[in-house]
Each structure stands twice: as C-alpha cells, then as structure tokens.
C-alpha cells in the first residue's frame, strides 16, 4: 500500500512550457484534491474531486486544469507556466466514509518556473 | 465559500509549558475541522480531527475543541517537547456538501525551545 504517489519530486519548467503533476493512490479514495503551498499562504485549493468523472474548481484553480478518468490517477496540468505557479504541490485523497473522512497527503513536487 | 483564519502565526514556548493555536471559520455549514502537522520539508500529516456533533476530542498530549456558534475552534499541546516544533494548520469543509472542499488556515510556526 503506497497511499498517495507524486510525481516527479522536482521539476525546472521555462516561462510558457506545459507539463502534468502526476497523482496516484492506492487506497480506492472517491476524493482527491490539489493544494499549492507558498510560503506564508498556507494551503490553498486547486482543483477537487469527489469521483472519477467529477471534477470542481478550488480556491485559485486559473492556470490548471484537471481530470478524473479513473479513482486511482488525479493529474493536475499547467497549461502555460508562468513563475507565479513556482509552489510546491500537494495531491490529497479520503475515502467518502464520514467515519473514514481525513486527507493523506502524497510528498509533493517542487515545481520552480524560470 | 469558505474562509479560514489561524493565530497565531507564530508561537514560541518552553519545553514543558502548554501551546494553543487558534481558527475561526466562516461557512456555518462546515463540519469537519482537522488539524496537520508539517514539519521542514515534509507532507503534512493528520494529528487530530473533530466533526461537528462533539465539542471536544483529545488523543494523549493533543487535544481540539469546537465552538459551532462561535465559529471556532482551537488545538491544545500540553507539555511541549522540541520534537512538536513544526508548523501546524487548521482546515475546515462540509462533509455531505462540497466534499472534498478543504480550506486551509495560514499556519502556526510553532518552536519548542528546551
């Protein structure tokens, strides 16, 4: 059981460059989430969802997009990187079971845009 | 939505001595109130959460109280040991509505000085 599986750890992406945040777990989780954290901001909401095929929109979700084609994979893209997206990324999952309700976190990526 | 506010943003205490942390929350219909611990460089990880049919929880040196008609709730270290430096976060959602909508406070720097 591995939980939540980022990938990659770090990556350097230039100004206007695409790239895919991987996000995988193991744990047949119905939810999964996307943060961003920046120093002093806390952690703030990307994008979520509640199952496969369902997706919504967070706190800051511009500049990303996500899609929920399986419970296991939860891919977040950057569509045009922009330094403002230099974060560190957090992928969170729960089960649905209000007794079981609590996020795990996967490790996140460093991500720095030049 | 959702608006979460943590104090303080740092807190530095002895060894031994009592922490509290302190969120306030603004969507009555939020009933779920965890709490994470984030030490450098790591994923934050679940300490201890409530839901909103008890007023508190404790779990050994822990423990979370909740005021639904105040809108807050509070984190309580008893006898601080440096390992508890770390940074703390407070977050609320509303199971059974927007799952999955965790909202995240800025965080508490809290230091433990031996």
């Known amino acids: 059981n591995a939980g939540v599986t980022q990938t990659p750890k770090f990556q350097v992406l230039k100004t206007g460059q695409s790239m895919t945040l991987q996000c995988a777990q193991d744990?047949?989780?119905?939810?999964m989430s996307w943060y961003r954290q920046d120093p002093g901001m806390g952690l703030r909401l990307i994008h979520y969802?509640?199952?496969?095929?369902?997706?919504d929109q967070g706190e800051v979700p511009n500049g990303y997009n996500v899609s929920r084609s399986t419970t296991e994979d939860f891919p977040l893209r950057l569509l045009s990187a922009a330094p403002s997206q230099t974060s560190v990324y957090f992928c969170a999952s729960s089960s649905s079971g209000w007794a079981n309700y609590g996020y795990t976190f996967g490790s996140g990526t460093r991500l720095t845009v030049v | 939505g959702e608006n979460v506010e943590q104090h303080p943003s740092t807190l530095s205490v002895q060894e031994g001595d009592s922490a509290v942390i302190k969120c306030t929350y603004s969507d009555s219909a939020s009933n779920y109130f965890p709490w994470y611990k984030q030490e450098l460089g790591k994923r934050p990880q679940l300490i201890i959460d409530i839901r909103s049919n008890v007023g508190e929880k404790k779990d050994q040196r822990i423990a979370v109280t909740l005021n639904k008609t105040a809108k807050h709730f509070s984190l309580h270290i008893t006898e601080t040991q440096p390992e508890d430096s770390a940074v703390y976060f407070c977050a609320a959602g509303n199971y059974g509505g927007s799952q999955g909508n965790l909202i995240f406070g800025k965080g508490t720097k809290l230091s433990v000085k031996p």
């Open positions: 744990m047949n989780h119905e939810y």
């Open positions: 969802s509640v199952g496969a095929g369902i997706t």
